[in-house]
């Protein structure tokens, strides 16, 4: 398999997999509310290192979730793979170090419907 095949596996895997983690954000967030759906959705917004995970509220406001490295790269000292997982440091930048990845099976070891865990032990 030469590299432009790898690449393209790993993006395909990857979007499936970004489907699979808002689709548990939906899920959690329901949960939470007792089975009713508040309107509420979790949209992705690409960017050149990271995909911004956007929490839409009903009432139209809008928070950052969570950012997931697109691609390796280094990020604040730390190297990253694609699908890790950070906390906002802001609406427009990631906290160092990852807190989780989204190839992961049990997402509920570093995020919840209302944001990504503070800090993972490893």
Not at 4 to 27: N, P, Q, V
Not at 52 to 58: E, G
Not at 76 to 100: F, I
Request: aromatic share 14%.
């Amino acid at each position: 398999m030469d590299v432009l095949e790898e690449m393209a596996l790993i993006h395909e895997s990857y979007e499936e997999f970004l489907k699979r983690y808002l689709d548990y954000l939906e899920k959690d967030l329901i949960v939470s509310s007792n089975g009713r759906d508040r309107g509420d959705e979790f949209i992705v917004k690409e960017g050149r290192k990271f995909d911004k995970v956007l929490h839409v509220w009903s009432n139209g406001s809008v928070s950052v979730h969570s950012f997931i490295a697109r691609k390796y790269c280094n990020h604040k000292s730390e190297d990253l793979v694609p699908g890790d997982v950070m906390k906002p440091a802001g609406m427009n930048a990631a906290a160092a170090h990852s807190r989780g990845n989204i190839f992961a099976k049990d997402y509920t070891t570093f995020a919840k419907w209302f944001g990504v865990k503070y800090l993972i032990w490893r």
